[in-house]
């Protein structure tokens, strides 16, 4: 755990969209734009060095997973390029469990020390507990 004295004051955020991949979620085309203009309100506050990645889960496969670019390994991407990741978003699930998307995206990324952190968990429906979690 880090610790952050009360006076510390960021310059940057690091925005991780944890989006359900259910057939249920056939409206994710706003999440795209929702990345844009989220940047564009942090920047006006002062955040101006943001990165965001974006985990599916509840998709068919179940096991969630860190929406890449093609030929891309960095979870990690500006606005622009997070927001055309989000065109990569699935429809093809049933079972979507919020926790277990949320406990992968802690597991799978590495937050900077130097910003704040935050969570986005995006879903049309309650929790499906997948079995062991």
Not at 31 to 59: E, H, P
Not at 62 to 85: K, T
Request: glycine share 6%; net charge negative.
């Amino acid at each position: 755990s880090i610790e952050i004295p009360p006076e510390t004051t960021f310059s940057a955020t690091d925005v991780v969209l944890i989006v359900d991949e259910s057939g249920s979620m056939r409206q994710q085309s706003w999440i795209a734009n929702m990345i844009t203009s989220l940047d564009q309100s942090l920047q006006s506050r002062g955040l101006k060095s943001n990165r965001y990645a974006i985990v599916g889960y509840g998709s068919n496969s179940s096991v969630p997973r860190i929406v890449l670019s093609p030929g891309d390994s960095n979870p990690w991407a500006s606005a622009e390029v997070a927001s055309q990741r989000a065109a990569s978003l699935q429809v093809s699930g049933g079972t979507e469990d919020g926790y277990l998307g949320i406990e992968f995206a802690i597991d799978s990324l590495d937050f900077r020390a130097n910003a704040t952190r935050q969570a986005i968990l995006i879903s049309d429906e309650d929790r499906d507990i997948v079995a062991n979690h």
